[in-house]
């Protein structure tokens, strides 16, 4: 797995996990549209398929935005909802128990989201990254990476601060 990768699933799938309530919204939509299908067919077979057909489409319509925000929001820049990277990384840093200034440093960034920061990490993360310098652990090189990230997160559904892609 990549280093972007890594740093994309630390962010989004602490996103994913704070959401849970798919199994109350399934499990509410389930008995709705079995209640429907027993009372409605021995009343008029013929309006039988349209009142069932509406409450499976209707259940279908409501199931099918769950996964879409589940697996959408970590893992495609499609979502609905954009994962809000900053509140994340905030947390993150908070937990660490760490004073880290993940918004300026792509070492403390890592850190707080328990990774390894070391110039190796980073000089791999800086070939995916794209940075064509000389990868020596540099100001310019860490910059390059952070600001690289931020956009990369951007496009791949979360809701960086302006400020951090400029």
Do not use: C
Request: charged share 20%; hydrophobic share 35%; glycine share 10%.
């Amino acid at each position: 797995m990549s280093i972007f990768d890594r740093i994309k699933d630390a962010i989004f799938g602490e996103a994913n996990a704070a959401p849970s309530s798919q199994g109350s919204s399934m499990g509410s939509t389930a008995p709705a549209s079995s209640a429907m299908p027993a009372s409605q067919p021995p009343a008029q077979s013929g309006a039988a398929t349209p009142a069932v057909n509406t409450p499976q489409t209707s259940a279908a319509q409501t199931a099918n935005p769950v996964p879409q925000i589940e697996g959408g929001a970590g893992y495609s820049g499609n979502s609905r909802t954009p994962v809000d990277v900053e509140s994340i990384l905030d947390e993150a840093a908070k937990k660490s128990g760490q004073k880290l200034d993940w918004r300026r440093s792509i070492v403390d960034l890592m850190k707080a989201l328990g990774m390894d920061a070391s110039l190796e990490e980073r000089k791999e993360l800086a070939q995916e990254l794209g940075y064509t310098g000389d990868a020596d652990g540099s100001a310019k090189m860490n910059n390059f990476l952070h600001k690289a990230l931020m956009k990369k997160l951007s496009e791949n559904g979360g809701k960086v601060p302006a400020d951090l892609l400029d």
